[in-house]
């Protein structure tokens, strides 16, 4: 039930009003000239106060603010309908997690809570698609069909619109429920969708799938039994090992994200960002063994369990991959960029098995600068036969417009509010060949607005670099520093040679 209008006003004044006289009151007795008794009893009183407002409930207030977040009120409450609809029926279920930690987290927070509500772990399956492949691919359709699941839950895969994910009948249905972040106006025909990418600060799947399940754990802990204090620390080590795998160790948990401070006191940033680098190592390695990552991490206790590599075959394996990954970033890191016409794009080609364009991409954005220079973007040729596998990122560390959430122009050529978008520039210049976005289909320019990238055929990549290379500056666009000429508005240079030697 929502908070009346009066509690909401109650709280919020008492809370600030405190908030101001406390220093106040610091200050006073700090100047106090009595005894210290008194001034040290009112100390311990104002002490005792603080302590009982920071653990005053505000959740019904926050609720007000964040209801809308991760992802709409209404989308949370259906996917939580449809979680526990699916425990309780005790039909087969696939889940389709994505092959990064934030995709494997947020699937096992949601296979942790099936089997915490219920449902036979015998009854999950999981599956991952082939390597430069995708769920929405009909050779996957297909398999994901054999598996005969009456429940399909997706996570952090992309969404686009199509045909259902399976085919479902009278005989046979089949519900399907999406959980994602990624950029998306268009799902799969017949999915219950809960996304993210529409209510900013812009989730990852591993905190919506946290903020959708953790309360079936507590409603179903309400009725069945005590407080799954286990259960809650799993999800929360999930929650944050996703996260941080898709926004970086460094990442401020601060509202409306989760309160992750005992999470990460008890097991560590460093930890945490050691165990995520062995779970991606898998699915970036060129021989793309992502069902060892989601074993590893089912099996384990905990982040730590994952450093330690003579517990399991398993873990030694993340290693390896881990060890070979690095082996091809070390080798193609170093090749030269090359930039477009007009000066917004760098491209760093590269040729390997393995699925290094991403690190690349991000390793160069924190270095490559130029006036004008918007996006970094690593292509690989070696990835998947006959395709070219590319990766785009910020450039961050360029002046003006290469910094994330600098204003540019629109496409009509007036001055934006919008953050740089990268999908929105990756279409601009594809709509400069007649034809060419057509002929790149739907895994063109997925992801995120802020980190995108595609898998086209390899002379679709070449025709759209020939178009980013051929591009001009445009008329107004940023303007090229120029060097500053003495006589011009500017004082001359006093301490010149030729002053030197007069007064000598």
């Known amino acids: 039930m929502a908070p009346s209008l009066g509690y909401t006003v109650t709280v919020l004044c008492g809370w600030h009003l405190m908030v101001f006289l406390f220093p106040l009151v610091h200050r006073i007795l700090s100047v106090s000239s009595r005894s210290p008794y008194p001034a040290n009893a009112l100390r311990r009183f104002l002490a005792t106060t603080q302590r009982r407002i920071s653990m005053v409930d505000t959740s019904r207030i926050d609720s007000l603010e964040a209801q809308e977040w991760p992802a709409p009120a209404a989308q949370m409450k259906s996917a939580r309908e449809f979680i526990k609809l699916c425990a309780a029926s005790g039909s087969r279920t696939l889940l389709l997690p994505d092959k990064d930690a934030d995709g494997l987290c947020s699937g096992l927070v949601v296979y942790h809570t099936l089997l915490h509500l219920g449902l036979d772990s015998t009854l999950v399956s999981v599956h991952f698609p082939a390597k430069g492949s995708n769920i929405h691919a009909q050779a996957e359709r297909d398999a994901i069909a054999r598996y005969g699941a009456a429940f399909i839950i997706v996570t952090d895969q992309g969404s686009r619109g199509g045909p259902p994910i399976v085919d479902s009948s009278d005989a046979n249905p089949v519900k399907t429920l999406i959980l994602d972040h990624h950029w998306s106006t268009a799902f799969p025909e017949g999915a219950l969708v809960c996304t993210a990418a529409h209510c900013p600060p812009i989730a990852t799947s591993a905190t919506l799938a946290y903020e959708v399940c ?134 760093i080609r590269i040729s390997s098995p393995a699925q290094i364009h991403p690190l690349i991409a991000t390793r160069w954005s924190s270095s490559l600068k130029g006036a004008r220079l918007e996006v970094v973007m690593c292509s690989n040729d070696g990835y998947t036969p006959g395709m070219t596998n590319f990766a785009c990122r910020i450039a961050r560390a360029g002046g003006g417009v290469a910094r994330a959430g600098t204003k540019r122009k629109a496409d009509g050529g007036q001055e934006g509010d919008h953050e740089t978008n990268i999908i929105a520039i990756l279409k601009e210049y594809a709509g400069r060949v007649p034809g060419l976005r057509e002929s790149m289909g739907d895994d063109f320019a997925r992801g995120h607005k802020q980190a995108s990238g595609g898998i086209v055929r390899t002379e679709d990549f070449e025709r759209l670099w020939e178009a980013m290379l051929n591009s001009q500056i445009e008329q107004g666009d940023l303007p090229v520093k120029r060097r500053k000429v003495a006589g011009k508005g500017l004082p001359a240079q006093k301490n010149t040679l030729e002053g030197w030697f007069k007064k000598a």
């Not at 005590?226 to 898709?246: F, H, I, N, Q, V």
């Not at 460093?270 to 390695?285: F, M, Y």
């Not at 060892?292 to 330690?308: C, E, F, G, H, K």
């Open 214 to 347: 953790l309360p079936l754990a507590k409603e179903h802990a309400q009725k069945h039994g005590p407080k799954p204090s286990a259960l809650r620390e799993k999800l929360e080590y999930l929650c944050a090992m996703g996260t941080m795998g898709d926004l970086g160790t460094s990442f401020k948990w601060e509202p409306p994200f989760p309160d992750m401070r005992d999470c990460l006191k008890k097991w560590t940033k460093k930890v945490l960002g050691e165990a995520i680098g062995l779970l991606n190592a898998p699915r970036r390695s060129a021989e793309y063994d992502v069902e060892t990552a989601w074993r590893a991490l089912l099996n384990v206790s905990s982040p730590r369990d994952l450093l330690d590599p003579s517990s399991n075959q398993d873990i030694r394996r993340l290693y390896a991959a881990r060890a070979g990954v690095k082996a091809e970033v070390d080798r193609c890191a170093r090749r030269p960029p090359t930039f477009s016409g007009d000066g917004r794009i760098a491209l």
